[in-house]
């Protein structure tokens, strides 16, 4: 009997299926799906909490330096954080450069009107696998994907979104606020 | 008179020169066509016996999620460091060897990387390099696709 079940564990071990080097990848994220919850100090040295954000729409800019279209759309976000950041977006940017000195060389050279905090491959996996870029999701009041968009977007079709998401649910905060 | 002659000097040498000299490191688009594969002929030869090696020459975090299995790292290939990784990892390699690069770190055409390790490649002798052709980037193009994956470092 014990031989028996030490057989079927040496079977089970061996079958592709527990193989590790191809082990499925993290879950997709779709629209609809709770944005997964991080915190990170940012390169100010401030703490941005995405729960912290509840009741903003956030827009998480996954980029890099080496990334071109990345680098024309910075400008973009940065105008849409100073004309709707009052009305309650914040755009939060992840670079996903191989070093940290890399990406301060580049904000050195970019304004940017929003934070930036350093992603890796765990944040990577955390947000399903970022595995090109550009990427950008809209994050709602209540913390769920709005929009998902792989690939360049123009300044346009975000601040269509935005304005969509900000009137939504929630309206203008500046009509809430005291 | 003289600036003239200078003009078409330099006009002169900037089309005759051959293509591979102007490629800059983002211009995926002067890579020969010939040596182009497309993800579906790759994923079949990796099935095959004799399956040729992988380098991703793109940037190590995205390599870390996840890469072509049996692939190495050997980029990024928009820099020096980079390029000698690549070297070192091809040294011992006969140049007649069949290899295969990708990155897919953006879209192909914006790419950093892609074209300056195949330049460095030709210029070392390998004479049958096969470029992967990653339309958007490696997740949509390969990952998405439901290619073989193999995550972590």
């Known amino acids: 009997m014990r031989a028996g079940i030490a057989v079927l564990a040496l079977v089970l071990a061996l079958s592709p299926a527990m193989a590790a080097p ?30 912290a954000q509840r009741g903003k729409i956030v827009l998480i800019d996954f980029w890099a330096s080496w990334c071109a279209p990345c680098m024309i759309e910075i400008p973009h976000l940065s105008r849409l954080q100073n004309q709707y950041g009052g009305r309650g977006l914040q755009i939060v940017g992840i670079a996903m450069d191989d070093s940290e000195a890399v990406t301060r060389q580049t904000m050195a050279k970019t304004a940017f009107s929003y934070p930036v905090a350093l992603g890796d491959a765990k944040f990577g996996n955390l947000y399903g696998g970022v595995l ?47 | 008179m ?3 002659s200078a003009l078409l000097c330099l006009l002169a040498a900037l089309l005759l020169a051959p293509a591979g000299a102007n490629a800059a490191a983002g211009d995926a688009l002067t890579i020969p066509t010939a040596v182009v594969i497309q993800p579906a002929e790759l994923a079949a030869m990796l099935k095959a016996p004799g399956a040729p090696p992988v380098l991703q020459v793109g940037f190590s975090v995205l390599y870390q999620q996840a890469h072509i ?15 000698e990784n690549l070297k070192s990892h091809v040294a011992a390699l006969p140049h007649d060897k069949l290899l295969v690069i990708y990155c897919g770190c953006c879209p192909w055409e914006k790419c950093p990387n892609i074209a300056a390790a195949y330049n460095q490649l030709t210029a070392m002798g390998f004479s049958k390099v096969r470029v992967l052709y990653l339309a958007s980037n490696f997740g949509a193009d390969w990952v998405d696709k439901g290619y073989p994956v193999t995550r972590g470092g």
Do not use: C
């Open chain 1, 132 to 178: 090109g870029l550009p990427l950008q999701m809209l994050v709602g009041r209540d913390g769920k994907i709005l929009a998902i968009w792989s690939g360049e977007v123009t300044e346009a079709v975000l601040d269509k979104a935005i304005t969509a998401a900000l009137a939504k649910s929630g309206g203008d905060r500046r009509r809430h606020d005291p």
């Open chain 1, 22 to 51: 191809l082990a499925t990848m993290p879950v997709k994220l779709k629209v609809g799906d709770a944005a997964p919850q991080f915190s990170r100090t940012d390169l100010l040295g401030k703490n941005f909490d995405l729960k």
């Open chain 2, 2 to 4: 003289r600036a003239i």
């Open chain 2, 69 to 83: 299995p049996g692939a190495q790292y050997a980029g990024p290939g928009n820099k020096d460091e980079g390029l």
